[in-house]
């Protein structure tokens, strides 16, 4: 006979062994956090013969919640953002035994007169002679659709919260994780009237136009743990927001890999 105690009850039970007594423990401590991981925004389409390039899609984007386990490692990967014309964004996600959140990098948009790249968001198609040229898919749940390209103008970049089109935003969704209100993962207006995508945001880059015919770069993305109460776990730039405890992991490069670890 074993006598284990689960809390302040006494228990008597011959079938628990060592490695359950451990699962007891493990359950005990699991600890709920918010996340969210967001990748690299896609680069921005060539300009050519007077032909504005498509803006770059959004970095895909999920938010949630989810059980940690104590004195697990769990890998974080940031995506960085497409660096122009033909160059989609880098996925971005946190792994771990009991977890596998992954999001794709955005599209790049469209060269004059071809169609923009599929990726969390898709880019938008390329300004045409004559037709249209479509936007690349997005993936569901993670963002939208670019807009298409037409003989006036190229296609905005798919955002997380609405699908690019022409003359628009693809609008990103609103998140105060780290305590400040502000939209992540926008797609690039048309015609270049985006510029850069934001870094830390997963932004897609705006199409190139005469002041920059290679198209504009897309922003890196970012990835961000939060959970109640004083410091539990380590990895990435710790922070507080009230009550809460933030790590925030972020990209300067193509991709960035770190390890987030809950101690229990």
Known sequence: MQTVYIGKTLINDSFLGTKRIADIT?????????????AGGG???????????????????????LTILPN??????????????NSNGSDSYFTGSNSYIYSNGGGYGGNQQTTGASGGSGGGGGRTSSGT??????????????????TTQAGGGGGAG??????TNGIGLQSAINGTLQYYANGAGVNGSAGN??????????????????GYKGGNGIVIIRY?????????????????TIHTFTSSLSTTTANFTYLG
């Open 26 to 38: 493990t359950a005990k401590s699991a600890y709920t956090i918010e996340y969210l991981v967001v």
């Open 133 to 150: 040229s479509n936007g690349g898919n997005g993936i569901a749940g993670q963002g939208n659709s670019g807009g298409s390209g037409n």
């Open 197 to 214: 995508g934001t870094d830390g945001l997963g932004n897609g880059g705006g199409g190139g136009y005469p002041s920059n015919t290679s």
């Open 162 to 167: 609405g699908a690019g089109s022409n003359g």
């Open 228 to 244: 109640y109460g004083a410091q539990k776990g380590t990895g990435g730039t710790i922070t507080t927001d009230g009550s809460y």
């Open 43 to 65: 680069g921005g389409g060539n300009y050519s013969s007077g032909r504005n390039g498509g803006g770059g899609g959004a970095g895909g984007l999920l938010s949630g919640s």
């Open 72 to 85: 697990v490692t769990y890998q974080v990967q940031v995506g960085g953002g497409g660096t122009g014309a």
